[in-house]
């Protein structure tokens, strides 16, 4: 068992459990830990000492009051500490006078500090030989140390019920982007939507390469042709109103592996192409975390799935498709696949009653280029939605970044022989790949959010780990939740 006590600089007395400020003044003395935002120093307690806690973590939080965001770093290096010293229990004392330590209210820092914990300790799976002897942190005890009046209390307990099932279903994200090609196909993907379906009792339903066919999902079919794990459409719905009114749709990129096809990519770096259906992930996540939070909104969530391979019977350069929009699609090159299949996903989530859509997708090498792995680029045709999306990032502290939308870009999608092709050329291609799938929103308000590089990381950074970080999960939950509690206007 582990103790926690997230200290004050320059605060040996007062703000710290009493039992630890003799020791902290002690420490702070001879310079060893004074304090400072995120220092971290690990005290090992002997037995007859005042308590039952083998190690205790110290945790430096400054001396100013916390942001949000700050509140999470924190806890995800108390995390991180906790991993390193294998513990599987952490009790963390907050220090006893919250408003010295945040600048945010109750509830806020409560999830705060919870999902910066949750997340700090996920570890992606390994398929090592042998006995796996620590799993992970199993308990940890968030304690106020306090006496809070019961509506404090009642507000920093639904943060903590908030941050847990924002973390966790990060997490779920997190795991299934993780999987490799070979254990996450389309039907696979199909699998793990219905699993979280069922077990919240939501409506789902699973198109296979037939029914993909019959609907006249032309784009999907195409994309998924190459390959023996035939493509799925995978749809759920979540209802929290009485009628089935006010949609929003939100869609997630579910490539499972993504070879360029018969344009086929080089070989370094194809390996990450797992993550591929990040943006399906995403949406997974948010459905699950739906399921616990219950929100009065409607979402229906549309994943698109397939495995992107050349083969003879692949779809290839020159081919020309009829998407579900009726729109025919000259394809150019193959890797630029995702713009395809979720065309066919935006049309059927407009079918399934959508009045305003967000795609998520991890589209384009180019964002990489524009703004590295540090933020998600977006695309939109509606600059009031955007405002309030980003409002929900500021909140989430999950970077996003409004790329312009100038008229040229649309001409750039201009096809000689059919209604529109799938690639723009070498300049502006985050831009023009994303106006791709707006043109089959339909003049509906719709957001495009291409998480390529911020899906899966080279190295492990701030609340993400290195490998699939379940970007996006946390701010579409916040968008979402601010729907239901009315604290932004509708679009
Ligand atoms: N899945 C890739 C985009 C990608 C690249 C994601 C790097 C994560 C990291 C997408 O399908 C793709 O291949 N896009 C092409 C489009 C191009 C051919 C127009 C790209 O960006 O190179
Ligand atoms: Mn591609
Ligand atoms: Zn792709």
Redesign the pocket.
């Known amino acids: 068992m582990l103790c926690i006590i997230v200290a004050e600089a320059e605060s040996e007395a007062g703000s710290l459990a009493g039992e630890w400020k003799k020791s902290v003044g002690q420490l702070a003395k001879t310079g060893l830990f004074n304090g400072n935002l995120n220092q971290i120093y690990v005290l090992p307690v002997e037995s007859e000492e005042q308590t039952e806690f083998p190690v205790v973590i110290l945790a430096g939080s400054g001396s100013g009051r916390l942001g949000t965001e700050e509140l999470r770093l924190l806890a995800v290096q108390i995390a991180h500490a906790a991993h390193k010293l294998k513990a599987d229990k952490l009790i963390i004392q907050v220090a006893d006078r919250l408003n010295l330590l945040s600048a945010e209210g109750t509830e806020e820092t409560a999830q705060a500090l919870t999902e910066g914990l949750v997340l700090g300790a996920y570890r992606r799976t390994h398929y090592k030989r042998g006995q796996l002897l620590y799993t992970g942190l199993e308990t940890v005890v968030l304690h106020m140390e306090r006496t809070a009046a019961a509506a404090e209390t009642a507000d920093w307990n639904q943060g903590i019920m908030r941050g847990l099932t924002f973390g966790e279903a990060t997490n779920l994200a997190r795991n299934l982007t993780n999987l490799p090609g070979n254990q996450l196909t389309p039907s696979a993907l199909a699998a793990a939507a219905i699993e979280i379906a069922e077990r919240h009792g939501f409506p789902a339903e699973v198109l296979d390469e037939r029914e993909i066919e019959q609907k006249g999902m032309g784009g999907l079919l195409a994309v998924g042709k190459g390959s023996i794990h035939p493509p799925r459409m995978i749809v759920i719905r979540y209802q929290g109103t009485g009628q089935w009114e006010n949609v929003t749709g939100i869609v997630g990129k579910g ?1 499972t592996f ?1 070879t ?1 096809g018969i ?1 086929l ?1 080089r070989a370094p770096g194809m390996e ?2 797992i ?2 259906m990040g943006g399906a992930a995403a949406v997974l996540g948010v459905m699950e975390a739906l399921g616990t939070l219950r929100p009065r909104i409607n979402v229906v969530m549309v994943i698109p799935s397939a495995e992107n391979m050349p083969a003879a019977n692949a779809f290839k350069p020159g081919d020309i498709v009829t998407s579900l929009s009726g729109r025919t699609i000259e394809i150019l ?1 193959t ?4 713009r395809i299949v979720l065309g066919d996903a935006l049309t059927y989530a407009l079918d399934w009653g959508a009045e305003r859509i967000i795609d998520v997708a ?5 964002v ?1 280029s524009t703004l590295g792995d540090i933020a998600t680029g977006a695309v939109t045709n509606n600059e009031l939605f955007m405002e309030t999306f980003m409002a929900a990032s500021r909140r989430s502290g999950e970077r996003v970044w409004q790329l312009p939308v100038y008229p040229e870009f649309h001409e750039m999608l201009r096809s000689e022989v059919a209604d529109i092709r799938n ?1 723009a050329g070498r300049y502006g ?1 985050a831009t023009t ?1 994303g106006l791709f799938i707006g043109e089959f929103a339909e003049g509906l308000p719709w957001i495009h959010l291409d998480i ?1 590089g911020t899906a899966f990381l080279s190295k492990e950074r701030g609340v993400n780990p290195k490998g699939a970080t379940g970007v996006m999960v946390r701010t579409l939950l916040q968008y979402l939740l601010q729907l239901d509690s009315g604290e932004v206007a509708e679009h």
Do not use: P, Q, V, W
């Not at 890797?335 to 995702?338: L, R």
């Not at 991890?362 to 180019?366: C, E, M």
């Open positions: 490539i993504d360029g344009s990519k990450n192409m993550s591929d090159n890797d630029a696949e995702g991890t589209l384009t090498a180019a990489l690639t291609g790949a390529a």
